[in-house]
C-alpha cells in the first residue's frame, strides 16, 4: 500500500462548479497536511496546510481533514479555467516526523 | 518572499557526463531537499540535508550524491550521468518547526532543472 494516494485523474469540471479531489494517506500518526498546485512544466505551490480535524476554508478553497478515516481533501468552488492544474497532497508526521511524503498527483481540467 | 533558486532551467547532457544541479536559499533554512518528478510516478526524494555538511539519503539516492558546505547551498551531482537519469529535478528548502509549529513546515521549491541526458 503506498503512503499517500491519490486519483490520477483527469478530473474534468465545468467552469463555476465544485471540484473535490482526495487524498487517503496509511500512517495513522500523520500530523500535517498540505495541498500543493502544479501548472505543467512548473513547480508546486502550497495552496493550503491542515492539521486539525474539520474544514478550513480559504477563499474558493476548502482542506478539510477527518484522521479517523485518513483521507483529506481540497475542495474549489466556482472552478475557473485557471485552476486546471496538477493538484499534489503532502503529508506529515506519523512515523517519520520530519519527512513529506507526496501523493502522486490529481491533475484537474475546468473546461470553459 | 521565499526564494529558492535553481541554477538552470534545462540542460542537456551526454551519458558519462558527471554533472552538477545546484540550488540556493536566500531565508536561512536548515532543511533542503533534492526531488526528481517523473510522469505516473511523482515527486521522489533523492537527498535531504538537516544542516550544513549533514545529509540524509532519500528514497532513490542511487546514482547521486551531494555536498552542503554552506547553509544557503545545496548541490545535487550526478557521477555519470545515465539516460534514465533524464528528469525533472527540483530543489526545496524548509524552515522546521518545533513541535508542530505547521507554517515552519512548509516546502518552497525552485523552479526545476529539466535534465536530459543523451
Known amino acids: 500500500q503506498k503512503e499517500v494516494e491519490q486519483n490520477s485523474g483527469p478530473l474534468s469540471v465545468p467552469e463555476g462548479a465544485i471540484a473535490s479531489l482526495n487524498c487517503t494517506y496509511s500512517d495513522r500518526g500523520s500530523q500535517s497536511f498540505f495541498w500543493y498546485r502544479q501548472y505543467s512544466g512548473k513547480s508546486p505551490e502550497l495552496i493550503m496546510f491542515i492539521y486539525s480535524n474539520g474544514d478550513k476554508e480559504d477563499g474558493r478553497f476548502t482542506a478539510q481533514l477527518n484522521k479517523a478515516s485518513q483521507y483529506v481533501s481540497l475542495l474549489i468552488r466556482d472552478s475557473q479555467p485557471s485552476d486546471s492544474a496538477t493538484y499534489l497532497c503532502a503529508v506529515i508526521g506519523g512515523t517519520s516526523y520530519d519527512k513529506v511524503i507526496f501523493g502522486p498527483g490529481t491533475s484537474l481540467s475546468v473546461i470553459p | 518572499d521565499v526564494k529558492v533558486t535553481q541554477s538552470s532551467r534545462y540542460l542537456v547532457k551526454r551519458t558519462g557526463e558527471k554533472v552538477f544541479l545546484e540550488c540556493v536559499q536566500d531565508m536561512d533554512h536548515e532543511n533542503m531537499f533534492w526531488y526528481r518528478q517523473d510522469p505516473g510516478l511523482g515527486l521522489r526524494l533523492i537527498y535531504f540535508?538537516?544542516?550544513?555538511?549533514?545529509?540524509e539519503k532519500g528514497d532513490i539516492p542511487e546514482g547521486y550524491s551531494v555536498s552542503r558546505e554552506k547553509k544557503e547551498r545545496f548541490s545535487l551531482i550526478l557521477e555519470s550521468a545515465s539516460t534514465n537519469q533524464t528528469s525533472m529535478y527540483l530543489c526545496a528548502s524548509r524552515s522546521p518547526g518545533t513541535g508542530f509549529s505547521l507554517a515552519k513546515n512548509i516546502q518552497y521549491f525552485g523552479a526545476g532543472t529539466r535534465l536530459s541526458v543523451l
Open positions: 540535508s538537516y544542516d550544513v555538511k549533514m545529509k
